[in-house]
Each structure stands twice: as structure tokens, then as C-alpha cells.
């Protein structure tokens, strides 16, 4: 296909799949007649994989992301599905990188039509193909239209809500009032104090988050996409005894599915994009005492939740541990850039440290949690950790 060039569809379920040299975020938008969702629950990606009529399949970096549209559901009102596609590694555009979109019958698998976007440049999203409405019979265009800001921009330009950084809340003004007579001290009314935003980012340097709080993983406008290292540390009891602490990181997909965890007995998981440095016994020595290695860009499509813990496996619960903490590093230059430390104790042999959470836009956000739970491993972290999510 050449681009506006357009085919009728013989079958009522395509798949339209898109490969490229690089990885590839495929998404799809349901569209009614004005060119835009009904609401976001009609932008379909990685992290919302299903919707009316349209379902999202992740090749898990070996084979093309899928979007399938079954015209026959798709419903009343909508008149066009566009599928899009944009590098997963942040910033990256499709200079050099030539995406190939392949329309297929979903049943059987045959090739329908191919269309590849000629002359791209800075584009960093591609709105590639789109099924559509005419007449009452459902086609295919060849599209090809780039966006420079991402798949933000494709979402936005079609009503999705993108969310925006918190605005700092404005300072009430003072009000004039006619002055007290001569004899009367003068009142003031000391402004309220704003509270504090409930997400920055790390433009300001080092963050040190309060539990409850987020931190987006942005630094100059552009989404950290890098190896992270997350430290957990801790001191002995109190007592002066050995304390067996074990961290973790649980693995959950767009469903909150458990996809796998990385701890002392499995120290590399989904393709060894997370590992684990192995186990400390009694938490002594300064620095941290486990340390978990997650390389942000390697990890599937599908792996879209992080979620960080702590288990007393000698039974001692958090109210005889001191200084436990957690903290994001740099795995390149080793600079800390988010710290979490426990400021209070339950009587517990879990806590649930944080969590790291991807956004449809690419960035990841790492959250604060604090959350005491009774296990002494990982196994019996999975579900309150779904739950965090």
C-alpha cells in the first residue's frame, strides 16, 4: 500500500501488526464520526489491552505488537479504529527505522496488505493504518502520519486525557480591608500554607519521598529509560541480633497479573532485565544490603508494575529492625535519585517499600508505600502487592 491508498476488508476480524528493527509501542483509538474517543476507556494499549470490538496483543519483544478488530463488535457510533506505534526507548524517533504495518485476516493469519511509511524523520509516533467506516462496509487506509511529541500527542490530539504535572496551588491575595480605628491593635490572618504537591519529578535533583508520595522518573522533560538500581538496607535488631531480611521485586502485568518475582533463590528474571544482587543474612555493614538491578529498557511491554519488598524471613518483626530504607540509584553514575525511608514500625514481617508503575506515555513513577503485611516471603507478598498497584 502507498499512503491514502486504501483496500476493502473481504473478513470481519484483521490484525494489524507493526515490526521495526527497533522495539515498538502499538496502541489503538476507537474514533466516532467528530474524530475523537468517547472517553479514555476507548484508547487501547499495553496497559489497557481490551476495549469494544478492539484487543491488544504484546509481542514480548520477540514478535510484533497486535491490534485486532473485530468489525462486528466494534460498537454503534464508531467509525474508525486508528492503530498507532512509537519507539519504546524514550526520545527515540523513526530516523533510519522504516515500520512495516501488516494487515491480516485474524483467523487464518493471511497477509491482506502491507504498508510501509516512506521518509520519516523526527517523528517520535505514527498514526500507521486505520480501519474505517464507509457506506456500511469496513476498509483499510494507509496513513502514516507522524507525530514529534510522542504517543502523548497522538492521545491527546484524539481526546484522550493526558495527565499533566500538578500546578503549584496559588497564593491566596491579600484582601483590603478598612483599617481598624487608631485605638484597636491591628489583626492579621496568616495565610493558609498550600499543601504539597502529590508529584514531582527529578529535575530539582534527589527526591526524598514521604509514604503516599510520587516521584516521576522525568529528568529535563524526558522519561528516565536507563539501568536503575534499587538499594534496600537496614540495621540489625536492637538487641544487637542477626536479622534475616530478604528483598524483592514482584513483576505484575496491565491486569495486575503476576508475572514473576526476583529474590535471593531467583536472582534474574524476564530475560535478565531485573536481577538480584543475592542474599544478606544480618544486615550488617554500612550501604545497602540488597540491591536490585532493573534495567527499565529491556523490560517486556508486558511487565508494566514494580513493586518493591521486605521480608523478615527469621520471623522478627519491623519493630525490632532500625533504618530501613529504600532507595533509586543511577546504575551508570551511581547517584542516588529517590530515597524512601520507614519513619514508622508495625509489629509485621512484611512491608510493602514501593512501587514503580509505567505510564501509557513511557515514563515510569515510582510511589512510596510503607505498607505492613504478615509474610515472612515473597510468595505471600503477591496478592497485598497486586492490591498496592
Given amino acids: 500500500m502507498t499512503p491514502g491508498s486504501n483496500i476493502p476488508l473481504p473478513v470481519a476480524r484483521v490484525t494489524v501488526d507493526v515490526a521495526a528493527p527497533v522495539r515498538l509501542d502499538v496502541s489503538s483509538l476507537l474514533l466516532t464520526a467528530d474524530g475523537k474517543v468517547r472517553s479514555d476507556d476507548d484508547f487501547i494499549f499495553y496497559n489497557q489491552p481490551t476495549g469494544p470490538g478492539v484487543t491488544y496483543r504484546s509481542g514480548g519483544g520477540t514478535a510484533p505488537d497486535a491490534i485486532t478488530v473485530d468489525t462486528s463488535a466494534v460498537p454503534p457510533g464508531i467509525e474508525k479504529i486508528v492503530v498507532t506505534a512509537s519507539p519504546d526507548a524514550a526520545g527515540q524517533t523513526f530516523q533510519g527505522i522504516e515500520p512495516t504495518a501488516t494487515i491480516r485476516n485474524a483467523d487464518d493469519n493471511s497477509v491482506l496488505a502491507s504498508f510501509t511509511p516512506p521518509q520519516l524523520g523526527s517523528e517520535t509516533a505514527l498514526v500507521i493504518v486505520e480501519v474505517y467506516l464507509r457506506n456500511g462496509a469496513w476498509k483499510a487506509r494507509a496513513v502514516g502520519q507522524g507525530y514529534a511529541n510522542g504517543l502523548a500527542g497522538i492521545a491527546t490530539d484524539f481526546g484522550v486525557s493526558v495527565e499533566e504535572p500538578t500546578p503549584p496551588t496559588p497564593q491566596p491575595q491579600p484582601q483590603v480591608t478598612t483599617p481598624p480605628p487608631p485605638s484597636a491593635p491591628p489583626t492579621t490572618t496568616a495565610a493558609p500554607t498550600p499543601p504539597p504537591s502529590g508529584k514531582i519529578n527529578l529535575d530539582k535533583g534527589r527526591v526524598s519521598l514521604q509514604k503516599n508520595q510520587t516521584v516521576s522518573l522525568v529528568k529535563g522533560g524526558r522519561p528516565l529509560l536507563s539501568q536503575v538500581k534499587m538499594g534496600l538496607g537496614w540495621e540489625p535488631a536492637f538487641r544487637g ?98 530515597r524512601f525511608d520507614l519513619t514508622s514500625a508495625e509489629a509485621q514481617t512484611g512491608v510493602i517499600m514501593a512501587k514503580l508503575i509505567k505510564q ?22 503477591v496478592k497485598p502487592a497486586a492490591q498496592a498497584l
Fill in 241 to 338: 541480633k542477626d536479622i534475616d531480611l530478604d528483598a524483592s521485586v514482584i513483576a505484575y502485568g496491565p491486569q495486575r497479573n503476576h508475572i514473576d518475582s526476583c529474590y535471593f533463590g531467583k536472582l534474574s528474571i524476564v530475560n535478565g532485565a531485573i536481577k538480584h544482587s543475592g542474599d544478606n543474612l544480618t544486615g550488617e555493614g554500612g550501604g545497602d544490603d540488597e540491591v536490585i538491578v532493573v534495567d527499565l529498557g529491556r523490560l517486556p511491554q508486558e511487565v508494566t508494575g514494580l513493586v518493591f519488598t521486605v521480608n523478615s524471613f527469621s520471623g522478627q518483626k519491623f519493630t525490632e529492625v532500625a533504618k530501613a530504607y529504600c532507595r533509586l540509584l543511577d546504575a551508570a553514575t551511581g547517584e542516588e535519585l529517590v
Fill in 360 to 381: 501509557f506515555s513511557g515514563e515510569w513513577e515510582m510511589t512510596a508505600l510503607g505498607d505492613f503485611v504478615k509474610s515472612r516471603t515473597v510468595r505471600g507478598m
